[in-house]
C-alpha cells in the first residue's frame, strides 16, 4: 500500500508540473486572455493520454503501472478542480455565454480526446 501511495504521489507531482509548465506555455503562446485556454488544453490532453494509456496497458501488460500512470501523472495534469473555478470566475464576469461554451467545450473536447486516444492506440495494438 505505501509503495502504491508513493507512486501516486511521484506521478502527482510530475503531472502537476506538467500542468503549470503547459498552462505558463498556453499564456505565452496566446498571451492571457478571459478565455482559460490552459487548463482547457490540459484535460483535453490529458484525456486522450488517458485513452492512450488505457489501451497500452491492457496490451502490454503495463496495468500495475496505472496508480502512477493515471491517478498520478494523468490525475495530476488534469484540472477539473481549475475547470469549476472558471466556469464559475466566467459567470460571476457576467459572461454567461462564455460559462455554457467553456463547459460544453470542455467535456465534449475531453471525451473526444479520451475517444481519439482509444481509437489511436486500438490501431497500434490491434
Known amino acids: 500500500m505505501l509503495t502504491t501511495l508513493l507512486q501516486v504521489a511521484l506521478g502527482g507531482a510530475i503531472g502537476a508540473s506538467a500542468r503549470y509548465a503547459t498552462g505558463v506555455g498556453i ?17 483535453i490532453v ?3 493520454l488517458m485513452g492512450v494509456f488505457v489501451v497500452a496497458a491492457a496490451h502490454r501488460g503495463l496495468t ?4 502512477f500512470m ?16 472558471e466556469t ?8 454567461l455565454s462564455g460559462a455554457v461554451l467553456y463547459v460544453v467545450a ?13 481509437w489511436l492506440a ?3 495494438y490491434l
Open 106 to 118: 470542455s467535456v465534449v473536447c475531453s471525451i473526444f480526446g479520451l475517444l481519439l486516444g482509444l
Open 27 to 43: 499564456v505565452r503562446l496566446v498571451g492571457h486572455g478571459g478565455f482559460p485556454l490552459g487548463v482547457i488544453t490540459v484535460n
Open 88 to 95: 464559475v470566475t466566467l459567470y460571476e464576469r457576467g459572461d
Open 122 to 124: 486500438r490501431g497500434i
Open 64 to 67: 500495475h503501472l496505472s496508480p
Open 46 to 48: 490529458g484525456s486522450f
Open 70 to 85: 493515471m491517478t498520478g501523472v494523468l490525475g495530476g495534469f488534469t484540472t477539473f478542480s481549475a475547470f469549476s473555478l
